[in-house]
């Protein structure tokens, strides 16, 4: 049984959250009413709670921040993704959702190490020349598949944030376990993504949405395996 005068707060904080990120056009109205509704039942998931809530912020204020690094050389190549909509938020947040509407740390510190890791690799590496993942070749910023240095640090850093975040938050107890989880799933992850947008993307096989569904999967699916072991 839950005490609602415990949750209640937390779910106007969420609402009021995702009022503010469609008021600041980070996020269309759609992403945000989505955004709130998986955010109220994990609040609410046997397995989860506010803690695991709070991690899911927690990867949203990065992409938020990191959206904005260099944001004007960024419209200036044309690579500003600006408002993120319904697709961004449903690909990189539904299987976070349901790993913890399913109470498995392991799948969703993975899951969310990944998306984490993936966009701050992207909002970073964007701003440097990448080198296609594929053939190592430069390619112009932006370009599906392309992988860079400062891109992969940021993307392993922004894992070992969620992991650390992780431990902090009490979702599992072991730091070094929790940033393992992290670390190795959302950098493997990440390359996963980056070896899908240069082989499938690239050529329209598969959307950035599908490719992002694909590398969380991916990055929860080890979550789960390093979580076991």
């Known amino acids: 049984m839950y005490n609602l005068e415990y949750v209640a707060p937390y779910v106007v904080l969420l609402v009021v959250i995702g009022m503010m ?17 998986m955010g ?12 695991w809530l709070f991690l899911i912020f927690i990867f949203l204020i990065l992409g938020l921040v990191f959206t904005r690094y260099k944001h004007q050389y960024k419209k200036e190549i044309k690579v500003y993704e600006g408002t993120r ?7 990189n947040g539904v299987v976070p959702f349901i790993m913890a509407a399913f109470g498995n740390y392991g799948g969703f510190i993975g899951s969310i190490a ?42 392993i850093i922004g894992a070992g944030l969620i992991g650390v975040s992780a431990y902090l938050l009490g979702i599992y107890p072991e730091i070094f376990k929790t940033l393992e989880i992290a670390v190795i799933s959302g950098t493997v992850g990440c390359f996963v993504d980056s070896i ?5 993307e690239s050529k ?18 080890i979550g789960i395996g390093l979580g076991l072991i």
């Open 85 to 91: 909509t319904i697709k961004n938020v449903v690909s």
């Open 21 to 37: 990120v469609y008021a600041r056009k980070a996020i269309d109205l759609l992403g945000s009413v989505f955004m709130i509704i």
């Open 114 to 155: 990944t998306a984490t890791a993936d966009t701050m690799a992207s909002e970073v590496g964007v701003t440097t020349t990448p080198r296609l993942i594929t053939t190592l070749k430069k390619v112009p910023p932006g370009t599906d598949g392309g992988i860079s240095i400062p891109g992969t640090a940021a993307g």
């Open 196 to 200: 899908l947008g240069a082989v499938l």
């Open 204 to 221: 329209e096989y598969l959307t950035n949405e599908h490719v992002n569904l694909i590398a969380t999967v991916c990055g929860a699916f």
């Open 40 to 51: 109220v039942i994990i609040i609410f998931a046997p397995g989860a709670g506010v803690n």
